[in-house]
C-alpha cells in the first residue's frame, strides 16, 4: 500500500523559535496533501490543503503566516511553524491522496508530536 | 452544517463482537472512511462505503446507508490489539474528509 513519511517524529523547541516538518509520499505522486493538528482526546482538525505547485488552501481560523505551507514536489509538503509557542504544542499529521487508488483515499504520515516550552 | 455522531467510548471482551455506529450529515456525499488510530499515533485506512451495503473485510465489516446518513464498523473476534479510537469520515462534494471526535473502543479480556 502508499506509504507516507513524516519527519520529525518528536520535536520540542523554545517559544519563539521556527519548526519544519516534512511529509512525503514514498511510492506515489500526491498532488494533494493535508495537513492536520489533534490536540489529545479531540477529532482531527483539518488546517490546510496543499496543492502541488499552487498555494495552499487554509481552514478558517488557522494562520497562514505562521503556518507555512510548501508543496514543491509531487512527492514533498513540508510544514513550518512560525514563532511557536505553547499553545502550537500538538500532534500534527499529514496526508497524500492517492488518485491512483481505487477509493481516492488519503494515507496518513506516522504524525509529528511537537511540544513547545 | 456537517457533523458526525458517534459513541463517544464503547466497551468489549476478548473474543466478542462490536458494533460501532456513526450518524453523519455532510454538504454532498462521496463515500464514507473508517480509520483506526491508536494512542499516539497517525490513524490508519480500516474501509470505504459508497454504495449502500455491507463490505467485509476479514475480522471487520462496514455497513453504510446513504438514505439515512448512516453507517457502522463491525469488529468480530476481537482481539487486545483493537483497543483503539475508530473514526467514521465520510467525504463531501470537495472530496474533502469529515472528521468526528471518533469511538474509543476498550477491549477487556
Known amino acids: 500500500g502508499a506509504v507516507v513519511s513524516q519527519h520529525p517524529s518528536r520535536v520540542i523547541c523554545k517559544s519563539g523559535t521556527s519548526v519544519k516538518i516534512e511529509c512525503r509520499s514514498l511510492?506515489?505522486?500526491?498532488?494533494?496533501m493535508f495537513w492536520y493538528r489533534q490536540f489529545p482526546k479531540q477529532s482531527l482538525m483539518l488546517m490546510a490543503t496543499s496543492n502541488e505547485g499552487s498555494k495552499a488552501t487554509y481552514e478558517q481560523g488557522v494562520e497562514k503566516d505562521k503556518f507555512l505551507i510548501n508543496h514543491a514536489s509531487l512527492t514533498l509538503s513540508t510544514l513550518t511553524v512560525t514563532s511557536a509557542h505553547p499553545e502550537d504544542s500538538s500532534f500534527y499529521i499529514c496526508?497524500?491522496?492517492?488518485?491512483?487508488?481505487?477509493?481516492?483515499?488519503?494515507?496518513f504520515g506516522p504524525g509529528t508530536r511537537l511540544t513547545v516550552l | 452544517g456537517q457533523n458526525i455522531d458517534q459513541p463517544t467510548e464503547m466497551t468489549a471482551t476478548e473474543g466478542a463482537i462490536v458494533q460501532i455506529n456513526c450518524t453523519y450529515q455532510t454538504s454532498g456525499f462521496n463515500g464514507l472512511f473508517w480509520y483506526q488510530q491508536h494512542a499516539g499515533e497517525a490513524p490508519t485506512f480500516l474501509s470505504y462505503n459508497v454504495l449502500d451495503g455491507l463490505e467485509e473485510k476479514g475480522r471487520f465489516s462496514s455497513f453504510l446507508s446513504r438514505s439515512k446518513g448512516y453507517s457502522y464498523l463491525l469488529l468480530k473476534e476481537l482481539q487486545m490489539k483493537d483497543s483503539a479510537s475508530y473514526l467514521c469520515?465520510?467525504?463531501?462534494?470537495?472530496?474533502?474528509?469529515?472528521w468526528g471526535a471518533g469511538t474509543k473502543l476498550i477491549i477487556k479480556p
Open positions: 469520515a465520510p467525504m463531501d462534494s470537495n472530496y474533502q474528509l469529515i
Open positions: 511510492d506515489f505522486q500526491a498532488t494533494t
Open positions: 496526508s497524500a491522496r492517492d488518485y491512483s487508488s481505487s477509493y481516492n483515499e488519503q494515507f
